[in-house]
Nanobody, 113 residues
Framework: QVQLVESGGGLVQPGGSLRLSCVASGFRVSSYGMNWYRQAPGNQRELVARIFTDGTTNYVDSVKGRFTISRDDAKNTVYLQMNSLKPEDTAVYYC???????WGQGTQVTVSS
């Protein structure tokens, strides 16, 4: 069955970096668009980054130039490299395939000094 497992979150100081991973099973990440979302307390879930089947990517304006989404087809894994982190990036981060209505448990990212 479809499963997504996010990892790589943690506590980081402003200006720091983290790399999130999303390991998929039950389908091939190369066969579907893959998205990263985030949800901060009291806020709606927000689409942050997308990677399409052809490798094209796009980002919400607030993370452009700081975040990079990528995909390793051999590992069936999607990544989110996050640089120059800001306190407003604090949230639970989730990955999701465009082909399935399934959400993993997410990974907490906290940016604080």
């Amino acid at each position: 069955q479809v499963q997504l497992v996010e990892s790589g979150g943690g506590l980081v100081q402003p200006g720091g970096s983290l790399r999130l991973s999303c390991v998929a099973s039950g389908f091939r990440v190369s066969s579907y668009g893959m998205n990263w979302y985030r949800q901060a307390p009291g806020n709606q879930r927000e689409l942050v980054a997308r990677i399409f089947t052809d490798g094209t990517t796009n980002y919400v304006d607030s993370v452009k130039g700081r975040f990079t989404i990528s995909r390793d087809d051999a590992k069936n894994t999607v990544y989110l490299q996050m640089n120059s982190l800001k306190p407003e990036d604090t949230a639970v981060y989730y990955c999701k395939s465009t082909g399935f209505n399934y959400w993993g448990q997410g990974t907490q990212v906290t940016v604080s000094s």
